[in-house]
T-cell receptor, first 113, second 113 residues
Framework: GAGVSQTPSNKVTEKGKYVELRCDPISGHTALYWYRQSLGQGPEFLIY????????DSGLPNDRFFAVRPEGSVSTLKIQRTERGDSAVYLC???????????FGNGTRLTVT | QKEVEQDPGPLSVPEGAIVSLNCTYS??????FMWYRQYSRKGPELLMY????GNKEDGRFTAQVDKSSKYISLFIRDSQPSDSATYLC?????????????FGKGTLLTVNP
């Protein structure tokens, strides 16, 4: 079956612009996660959804970052007033139940110029 | 000091070699230990999953956890060129937050034919 799908695969934007990154989890997976991977680093936790609600958003770096999952399936990570330091690969993962094995997508590579 | 330390390498070995990858950690609450493999421009994929201390074997891969030393290892026997990738250790605490993975930086492995 299809894995976790993330679009776009690459996004180049100018400093100060707004971006949206989309994640389509594996069908039927109730838990969804966003991680950020900077160059040469491991992924860092951003936010965790169980169903439609954000169960833990403690990893979001500041209030420029926001994520939604309105129908409990597709999720969108939104970044306002982008900064060069936001450049990274944004990874989405889903699991079939709370605390199950995480299945990662291939990420969106965001470059802020 | 970071919660999880992993030597980033890079590590280059000939085909057929035994590879040893390691991580140390400082958070004694970690109970779940994982190894992920990440190919270039792809998302991490789960290789091994271990709960608490002990060994786990799966084909050419063996994962070891020593909680008393806060040290985990991944051994790859008879390494193949297809094993060339970045290997990430990851861990999480028990209880309500065990969905939140803390990753090492990753070790870049190249297996030369």
């Amino acid at each position: 079956g299809a894995g976790v799908s993330q679009t776009p695969s690459n996004k180049v934007t100018e400093k100060g612009k707004y971006v949206e990154l989309r994640c389509d989890p594996i069908s039927g997976h109730t838990a969804l996660y966003w991680y950020r991977q900077s160059l040469g680093q491991g992924p860092e936790f951003l936010i965790y959804f169980q169903g439609t609600g954000a169960a833990d958003d403690s990893g979001l770096p500041n209030d420029r970052f926001f994520a939604v999952r309105p129908e409990g399936s597709v999720s969108t990570l939104k970044i306002q007033r982008t900064e060069r330091g936001d450049s990274a690969v944004y990874l989405c993962a889903s699991s079939s139940r709370d605390r199950g094995t995480l299945h990662f997508g291939n990420g969106t590579r965001l470059t802020v110029t | 000091q970071k919660e999880v330390e992993q030597d980033p390498g890079p590590l280059s070995v000939p085909e057929g070699a035994i590879v040893s990858l390691n991580c140390t950690y400082s958070n004694s609450a970690f109970q779940y230990f994982m190894w992920y493999r990440q190919y270039s421009r792809k998302g991490p994929e789960l290789l091994m999953y271990t709960y608490s201390s002990g060994n786990k074997e799966d084909g050419r891969f063996t994962a070891q956890v020593d909680k008393s030393s806060k040290y985990i290892s991944l051994f790859i026997r008879d390494s193949q060129p297809s094993d060339s990738a970045t290997y990430l250790c990851a861990m999480s605490a028990s209880g309500g937050s065990n969905y939140k993975l803390t990753f090492g930086k990753g070790t870049l492995l190249t297996v030369n034919p």
